[in-house]
Structures are given as structure tokens and as C-alpha cells.
């Protein structure tokens, strides 16, 4: 059987993170951009277009299966659009799946998905996903993201929008989110949330470490410097990721009791802090989960970092020419 390449895409408001992907083996080749967002969606297109290339440069016959983009906003059914994506200003409803085949012809295979579906979708064929063919996912990073791998494919709900576990409600008092839903985990979790919470919990704690590290007043205190602390046995910083932890185990708790899957991977760049979050989660995990689920349960670290967004986006592609139906599909 020939061999497949396919080309990842990892868009984000900083930086575009892409790859060619052979199908089963994983990455060949990685590169990045930065995005420079504030130029507007034309400027990003052509940039990313730029970064395709490159990549079908680098291909075997110069020959690739199609394209993958995993992105942040909110996308449609067809896998062809993305719209009002946070941190690109000037994005409405943009149609990179019309952008690229313009480029690159209309042969060429473009699918556009979410970044953390894309992620699950990366992790249940090549990371931490592999040994379950359902699990929930969830990426902890600048936000709160969430996917639901089925059969080893992503759940899309009716619209294509499932799977949105940063905007799951633990208190329906609580702080609010970027989206404005009122307690949503988010609200605790999300970078900018969980270090505002953290210099707060730790303004009186002379003894912690992160007075030194995070400047005057603990203003440029960061959770990558809350794990640094931890592992210097900074007893403050420990208990912030351990409260993380316990605020992560509860709204996994109401997933797990919704969807009846019991296997839970946990990626993104908070995730690095391993067990400092993730014991804590699995503690509270059980208390919030029905005793008649409380079977098979598990909370399992994704250790490939931004890799599983790129290899989900290349899935996309091979997934497509798997499908024994493509052939009807109008994308074909």
C-alpha cells in the first residue's frame, strides 16, 4: 500500500504550528510561523498558505492527501469555515477551505475542525488516546478546551459545536468566563483566570518562592512558575495546582456522569504540572461520579504536547479517504 501524507495545521493567535504527517508512523517534518493576527485574516492566509507549501516542498513526489486545520472559533458542519475565532482580530466567518483550494487547486483536500476536537482526534491514534477508543479530552491552556472521542472519532453533537467542557458550569454563582457563563471551569482554569487566582491565594505567602520568581507584587506570575515552584517543594504553589486539580475533578465528574465514558486525557500546557493537578482530580474525580460508573475510571496525562494538534489535523484527511462513503461527499 502507498504510503499517505497529510499536512497539520495547528493555528493559533501567537503562532502556526504545522507538520507532514504519515499516515499510522506520525511526524516527518515540523515547522511554525508566527501568526501576526493583527494583520488581518487575508495576511494569516496567505501565511499559512506559505507554510502548506513548504510542507508539500518537503513531501515524498512533492505529493500530499490534503490538508488538516485545527482552529480555535467556532466551525461548521462542512469542515470548511471558521468563524469569530478568539485572538484574530477582524475574523468573522472566514472560509479557509475555499482559501487554500484557490492556491492549490481544487483537487486539494481542506478540512478545518477545532483545535482541541483536533487534539482528541491526535491523541486517540497517536498519544495517550491510543489504548481507548472512547475517551474525553480536555486541554488546559489559555482556555479551558474539551473533545469527546467516540469509536475513535470526534462526537460533533448536532451543529458540530460538542465537546465545549471549558464552558461547563461547577457554580452557577461563580466567576464568569470569556463567554460569559457564569462558574464555567474556564473561570478558574484559564491561564489569565488561574494566575489572577494564584496571586491572590499567595500575596501573604512570604515564604513562597514565587515572590522571587513573579516580580513585585506577584504581577507576572505565570502557572509555568507554579509548577516550577512545585517541584522546588514550594508548599504555596502545591496547594494552587492541587485546588486546580480538585476545580478539574469536579466538572469532569458531571462529564463522565452525562456521557458514560470513563477514560480521561488530559492535554495542554497547564498539563505539564502532571500530577500537582492531576492526583488532586482523580481524588475528587469519584466523589462526583455516580458509584454505579465508578468502574474503568481514569485521568492519564497527555505527554506529546502541541504534537496531537497537528497529527489530529492530518487525521482529518486520512480518516476522510477511509470512509467507504467519501466518494458522495461535495467536498470530494
Known sequence: MKKRYAVGVDLGGTSIKAALVEQGQGLVRETTRPTYAEEGPQQVITRLGDIVEELIEAAPDHEIAGVGIGS????????????????????????????????????????????ANVAGLGSAHYGAGKPFDSFIMVTLGTGVGGAIIYRNKIFRGATGAAGEIGHMTIDYEGPFDRSGVAGAIEAYLGQRFLSRHARYRLMTRQDSLLHEMAGPDLRDITPKMLHEAALQGDEGAI?????????????????????????IVVGGGLSAAGDFILEPARKTLKRFVMPGMWDGLAIIQETRGNEVGMLGAAHLVFQYLDEPTHAHDPLS
Open 239 to 263: 496547594e494552587v495546582l492541587a485546588w486546580a486539580g480538585h476545580k478539574l475533578g469536579c466538572v469532569l465528574g458531571a462529564a463522565v456522569n452525562l456521557l458514560d465514558i470513563r477514560k
Open 72 to 115: 480555535p472559533g467556532a466551525i461548521n458542519w462542512e469542515r470548511t469555515t471558521v468563524s469569530h475565532p478568539p485572538n484574530f482580530p477582524g475574523w468573522e466567518t472566514i472560509n479557509l477551505h475555499e482559501a487554500l483550494r484557490a492556491r492549490f487547486g481544487e483537487k486539494l483536500l481542506v478540512f478545518v475542525e477545532n483545535d
